[in-house]
């Protein structure tokens, strides 16, 4: 396998047109100070790359950028993990294509 | 917030909530559709094909008026290794007839149309309007749905669950798990604009001809997923999906694997130069008939992908859909026509009309596969393609080795990699789950 290029989702989600509901975060994680596995394991599986590691270790959340796919709600609800809601009516990401 | 006392609330703006709304509609029934989006089709996202016959059962004009992209001519299926594929294309003229058989769509686009629809019908359509709850009376109905709108309460006799893949009201409500991590796929996908001439001679098109590539092997890292190239008019689709589960047990990211689909020396010179003007995600039901869920009770319905209505196998999620949302409103309307309340027991004629449709009967044709495949991943995304791949190498290559030399080398590898127990295992059982 060739060495990859790392891939910037930044520069994807770039193109993609929000509306952000300041104040309104859609997605919550629950207070931790070690990471479940399935907490960890959004660092990859988010298509967004919504979830990162602050300096203490534990997986934080910023959703300006989440595309709305559910795979979190479907790794980490069933655990308690993270709170998954819909945005609010109108805002969050709107598909041009989609 | 609405007064007024609908037949029914319609969640969500999709295929087949707007296929369920069309249908109560246009028999008469009071129908109020929510839709979160700022318009009907901003979150939804598909790869996308329309299979025509299912849209022409609700709306027989549309190929007049939707915005369509191109009707198919040829279907690729590929099965990679790193760098090269093994492929089989099916191309025909016959589809180029009066009235084509397949489409590929924009959804945002397609979806805004049929929703315009749905309100030509006499639905009232409203949208940035998020379901948070549904309502129960006492005898425990569900009655009605509560919104993100001040004084959001609005009652109906049925409501009609189209919430998506996602849908939370139907699993908080404790009418159906929440999906799981082997039953649904993420598949993230590109939208790639080039000139139409660009895409018409890259991909040896006339006019408004198509062609679709769905693309297996060693792009999913023995995973189980595929990847898929849709020509549209002026832009391409390119995707790559593969299950939840296995993205959490490899630690794969979806990006890192849509990226190298796309670095493929088979595919990149189809994109080449391209502008990228849209990222998404998406959710797809792949667990097929065995988590299908109950799909009817006390005042609602469940249809389309929050059912885990999709045919993987044949890449068939929107029809099953379209489909399903107008059945459900026809078994409502047959309660209503009847005039009895929208009760379980009245409601199940729903299932039934359901399991005599192609909808059911397709699902239950493939139910061991779905199992299949997601257990054996690694033999069928990674090692067949491989095996397969150097084996047309080694049979196409002249460099002076006897046949006969290059059959048994061939053959051999095979052995080798899967053992000949391996091999009439995989056989056997993909057969007996096909048929």
């Known amino acids: 396998m060739n060495v990859e290029p790392p891939v910037r989702v930044e520069d994807k989600l770039y193109y993609n047109r929000y509306l952000v509901d300041i104040g309104h975060p859609h997605v919550k994680v629950r207070a931790h100070t070690t990471p479940s596995p399935q907490l960890l394991a959004l660092l990859k599986a988010c298509p967004a790359r919504c979830y990162e590691l602050n300096d203490d270790g534990q997986v934080e959340i910023t959703v300006d950028g989440c595309i709305e796919c559910g795979t979190c709600r479907v790794i980490a609800e069933p655990t308690g993990d993270i709170e998954w809601s819909h945005p609010r009516g109108g805002y969050g990401v709107l598909f041009k294509f989609g | ?115 315009s629809k749905v309100r030509e019908a006499g639905a009232t359509v409203l949208c940035e309007t998020t379901v948070t709850e549904l309502v129960r009376n006492e005898r425990e109905r569900i009655v009605g749905v509560r919104t993100d709108r001040r004084d959001g309460e609005i009652h109906a006799d049925v409501v009609v ?47 408004d001809e198509g062609v679709v590539i769905e693309a297996a092997g060693t792009i999913s890292r023995g995973m189980t997923g595929m990847g898929f190239i849709y020509a549209n008019k002026e832009c391409i689709s390119l995707g790559i999906g593969c299950l ?32 990228v003007k849209e990222y998404s995600a998406h959710l797809i039901p792949e667990g097929g008939y065995k988590s299908i869920p109950q799909l009817y009770g006390e005042g609602w319905v469940v249809v389309g992908d929050a059912a885990q209505l999709n045919n993987a196998i044949h890449r068939e999620g929107s029809n099953l859909a379209m489909t399903s949302g107008r059945i459900a409103a026809e078994a409502i309307g047959l309660v209503k026509s009847r005039g009895e309340p929208m009760s379980s027991t009245n409601l199940a004629i729903y299932k039934k009309m359901l399991d005599d449709s192609f909808v059911i009967k397709d699902l239950k044709k493939y139910k061991d596969l779905p199992p299949l495949m997601h257990t054996h991943s690694q033999n069928f995304f990674l090692t067949y393609p491989q095996l397969i791949s150097k084996a047309m190498q080694n049979f196409v290559r002249v460099d002076g080795t006897p046949k006969a030399e290059k059959e048994k ?16 295992g995989d056989a056997y059982r993909f057969a007996r789950a096909w048929r």
Not at chain 2, 246 to 273: C, E
Not at chain 2, 409 to 424: D, M, N
């Open chain 2, 409 to 424: 080398a061939t053959l051999k590898s095979f052995a080798k990699a899967r053992s000949w127990t391996g091999l009439f």
């Open chain 2, 1 to 115: 917030m609405i007064e007024e006392r609908f037949d029914a609330i319609v969640v969500g703006a999709g295929m087949a909530g707007n296929a369920a709304a069309l249908t109560m509609a246009k028999r008469g029934m009071k129908v109020l559709q929510l839709e979160r989006g700022e318009y009907p089709g901003s979150k939804n996202v598909q790869g996308a094909i329309l299979y025509a016959d299912m849209l022409e059962k609700l709306v027989p004009e549309f190929r007049e008026e939707a915005p369509l992209e191109r009707h198919l001519i040829e279907q690729r299926f590929w099965m990679m290794d790193d760098r090269s594929h093994v492929g089989m294309h099916y191309r025909s003229d016959d589809f180029n007839e009066e009235r084509p058989n397949r489409y590929t769509i924009i959804r945002a686009q397609f979806d805004k149309w049929f929703s």
């Open chain 2, 161 to 207: 669950l189209a919430e998506g893949v996602n849908g939370l009201l139907g699993t908080r409500a404790g009418l159906r798990a929440r999906p799981t991590p082997d039953n649904v796929a993420l598949a993230v996908k590109e939208m790639h604009f080039l000139p139409r001439e660009t895409i018409e001679a890259r991909f040896n098109l006339k006019g």
């Open chain 2, 244 to 275: 939840v589960a296995d993205f959490q047990r490899t630690g794969q990211t979806p990006y890192g694997l849509l990226d190298q689909f796309k670095r493929h020396p088979s595919v990149a010179p189809l994109i080449a130069g391209s502008e």
